[in-house]
């Protein structure tokens, strides 16, 4: 299959990565000509926000798909019109990208996130008490274009620009949980995976499965899960992300329409990756089991502060003679302050064990340049 893919880069990269096993061709389009996936597919340099170049890219594709959600989604749209397949559709895209229509596709699907109000602009009266958190409709990602009001002072800091405001929860655990649906209607869910946060070592980044939740947490994700895919109405494979809340309430958070930094442990830690589902899902072929093998967890590889150039991997000799570590490089050439270069799975017998490991890991490692 000709499998076109808008976007670049890491997730686009290892998509790849996994599934050049198979024979298909991967085509993608992005505006950097040094992006992850540049030297690994046919690659098109464009504007993946720009309606005619998404049209003419995608015209002579098997499917096309993403791995980034801010895309030209009219195009995809005109594309699915003149009989390409799209996955996940353009519909649930268009949904996701705007975080209104977010919360609302999940209020009137019954799926629990936290109470919320519009603020269409900066005229509006608004109700909800402070403190509450501010998401943009549009534009954010990776924690930009999300801030938290506390304090009555905080108020001049309000952005007056189109947003959702939501109530602040009380968040025991991060949590999330990655599900596919084939165009078969196959469903499959991957274990829950959950970030640990220990501010005092600044682990922020650690991501790790299974999650050390109840029996009832589990239910209550099941069903969430299930009322996101079978409400979505498409194919694809989503990342729901999850607060479990300090009264055992899970509450969903945002969605991906996309592989997402979640699910990375799974390339060693589970009998099949996020990467190998999400080829079963855009080739509608039977998806693959997802069952964990003992502990796993990722640490992201992220560009340190003040470095900014041609990057190094300080620390790297030393991680490679580590038994069950796994080395995942994106292709970037060069590193700036937050950028995400990598990262590092890793494998254990118990959750003591894998934690030990990874903080190891963290201390060895540096991104400069
Ligand atoms: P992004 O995906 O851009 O990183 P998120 O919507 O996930 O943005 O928000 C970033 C972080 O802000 C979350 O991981 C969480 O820690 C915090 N956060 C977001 N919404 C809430 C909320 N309603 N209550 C408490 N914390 C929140």
Not at 206 to 230: L, M
């Amino acid at each position: 299959m000709k499998i076109g893919i808008l976007g670049g880069g890491q997730l686009g990269r290892m998509f790849i990565q996994e599934s050049l096993k198979y024979d298909d061709e991967f085509y993608v389009l992005d505006p950097n000509p040094e992006c992850s996936c540049a030297n690994i597919s046919h690659f098109t340099r464009g504007d993946f926000n720009d309606y005619d170049t998404v049209l003419d890219f995608g015209r002579d594709k098997d499917v096309v798909t993403i791995e980034i959600e801010h895309v030209n989604a009219d195009a995809l749209g005109e594309l699915e019109n003149q009989g390409v397949k799209v996955v996940p559709n353009s519909k649930i895209i268009k949904i996701i990208q705007q975080k209104i229509l977010q919360k609302q596709f999940y209020e009137e699907n019954r799926i629990p996130s936290p109470e919320y109000e519009i603020m269409a602009g900066s005229e509006d009266e608004i109700k909800i008490q402070i403190p509450f958190v501010q998401k943009l409709n549009t534009g954010g990602y990776d924690g930009k274009g999300v801030q938290l009001l506390r304090s009555n002072d905080d108020w001049r800091n309000l952005w007056t620009r189109e947003s959702v405001l939501e109530n602040l929860v009380d968040i025991d655990k991060e949590l999330s949980v990655i599900v596919a649906k084939n165009e078969n209607g196959e469903i499959k869910t991957f274990p829950v995976t959950e970030m640990v946060a220990d501010p005092k070592l600044n682990l922020l980044d650690f991501n790790i499965c299974p999650a050390d939740i109840s029996d009832e947490t589990q239910k209550q994700i099941d069903v969430i899960a299930n009322r996101f895919i079978k409400s979505a109405d498409s194919a694809g494979l989503f990342a729901i992300e999850l607060f479990l809340d300090k009264n055992g309430k899970v509450w969903v958070n945002e969605t991906a329409p996309r592989l997402h930094n979640s699910g990375h442990q799974s390339q060693e830690g589970n009998s099949n990756s996020q990467f190998e589902q999400f080829y079963r899902v855009v080739t509608n072929s039977p998806l693959a089991d997802t069952e964990v093998f003992g502990f796993s967890g990722m640490l992201n590889l992220i560009g340190e502060d003040n470095y900014s150039g041609k990057v190094k991997y300080e620390g790297l000799e030393e991680v490679l003679k580590l038994p069950k570590t796994y080395v995942h490089l994106y292709g970037k050439k060069e590193t700036k302050p937050g950028r995400k270069m990598g990262h590092i799975n890793v494998l254990a017998d118990s959750r003591e064990e894998l934690m030990e490991k990874l903080i190891h890991i963290k201390s060895l490692m540096r991104v400069i340049a």
